[in-house]
Every structure is written in C-alpha cells, then in structure tokens.
C-alpha cells in the first residue's frame, strides 16, 4: 500500500522522537552552529574597534562611527553565520538522511554510492538553496493575496523544498544527474507537492524550525527508504515467477518419469 506523501514530515517528527540516536546528530549541528554564532559574537570586540577607527579617519562623526560600525559588524556577523549554515546544513542533513536509511535496514544503498556523485551533489545543494531562498523572497508577494496566495506560496516552496530533500538521495546514491533528479521530481510533482506543502508549514513556525528541518529530512528518508523497498520487490517478482516456473516444470518432469 502507497502511503500518502503529504503524510511523511509528520512521520519524521515521531521516528524522531522514537530514535535517540538521531537525537545526537541534530545535537552536534546545533552544537557546532551556536559555538560559529558564539565565535562572531566573541569577534564583536576584536573586529569592531578597526572598522570605527577607519570610519573616523575618513572624517565621520564619533558618535555615527560607533552607530555604523556595530550595524556592519551585525550585518557582516549575520551573513557569516549564514554562508555557515548554507554550506554545513546540507552535510548534517545528508549524515542524517544516511542514518535513517540504516536504521530502517537499507545500509547496501550507501555502499552503493557514485563515485564524484558526492561532490556533484553538494555543489547542486549549495545551489540550489540559494535558489530556494531567491524563490522565497520573489514569492513573498504572492502570499499578500488571501487565501489562495497563502496555498500558492506554499506549493511553489513546498515542491522545491520536497525536491533539496530528495536531492541526496537521488544524485549521490541513485547516480542520478541533476537534469534527471529534475525531471523525476517534475514527473511526480503531485508527490513533491503534498510532501513540500507540509514540510513547508512546517519549517515555517517559529522557534521550531531549526527541529523541523531535521524531521522532514528524516521524513524524506522514510520517503525514500519506501520507495527503494518498493522498487526492490518489484525487481524480484520477476525472478520469483521465473523460480515459481522452473520449480514447476521440474515437478512435472518429475512425475512423468
């Protein structure tokens, strides 16, 4: 029986829950972003005195300089921190994807990783995040209009949030290039709809978030530890009816001997 997609980000919140194990690696990425966020925090003291310095020896008002020189720091502070999360959240991401995939008895998909497909796939996800946050501010607009602009909005997210969630699975342990990823994600964008959607509102709501990012990956995992269990038993219909065939002709060779 097909589970229903949009069904998945609610699914990755209770394995969440039930595996402490995937609590760890949510821990360390949170560890390791707050000890980034504490770093440029701790840089406020060493790096600000030098901008306000530089800004009054080109004639700026002390009292300005030091107003201009804490909103730089904050701005530049801000933009560090989130090239940080741009380029690590994918990893933690993908390590947890990987996890799940374990946990449910698939370990024989990793071993069978595309060479060069790791790279191929990081450089599409860095990409492709940007393209996800150029999309949410281009769409912002649309989400103004009552009712069905809120759904719009949603949908257009949710298919390309869907779609960076897959994109792991599909390029780095299907062997998949991105042209093909895409076009697989367009042929069943019905699926990537519901999933997206969810996962969407989702990551969405306030304070949580940060926690929903790691269940829907968790929820795509399950997504696709599905569909390569389904794919599996659909390759070996074929060679049990063969089996089925051969068992039966033995026996009514059997007999007539």
């Not at 966020?37 to 060493?46: H, R």
Request: aromatic share 16%; charged share 10%; proline share 4%.
């Amino acid at each position: 029986m097909t589970r229903p997609k949009y069904g998945y980000p609610v699914q990755g919140i209770f394995y969440f829950l039930l595996n402490p194990l995937l609590w760890l690696k949510c821990i360390y990425a949170l560890t390791v972003t707050l000890l980034v966020v504490l770093c440029s925090l701790l840089g406020f003291g060493f790096f600000l005195p030098p901008q306000v310095d530089s800004l009054i020896q080109v004639g700026c008002p002390i009292w300005l300089a030091w107003a201009v020189g804490i909103f730089l720091y904050c701005l530049e502070s801000s933009v560090f921190v989130f090239l940080f999360s741009l380029v690590s959240m994918p990893i933690f991401q993908d390590s947890l994807f990987d996890h799940v995939l374990i946990l449910r008895g698939h370990k024989q998909v990793l071993e069978k990783e595309h060479s060069g497909a790791l790279q191929r796939s990081f450089r599409a996800g860095v990409g492709h995040i940007f393209a996800q946050v150029l999309l949410l501010i281009l769409s912002i607009p649309v989400n103004l209009i009552p009712v069905i602009g809120t759904y719009i909005f949603c949908c257009l997210n949710g298919f390309a949030l869907a779609w960076s969630r897959q994109m792991h699975y599909h390029l780095d342990l299907k062997g998949m290039t991105f042209t093909q990823s895409k076009q697989y994600a367009f042929r069943y964008k019905q699926q990537f709809y519901r999933f997206g959607v969810v996962a969407f509102a989702l990551e969405m709501t306030p304070l949580l978030n940060f926690i929903f990012i790691f269940t829907n990956t968790i929820g795509a995992a399950l997504w696709a530890a599905d569909e390569y269990a389904k794919a599996n038993r659909a390759d070996r219909l074929p060679q049990a009816n063969e089996m089925a065939i051969n068992s039966n002709l033995a026996s009514s060779t059997q007999d007539l001997v």
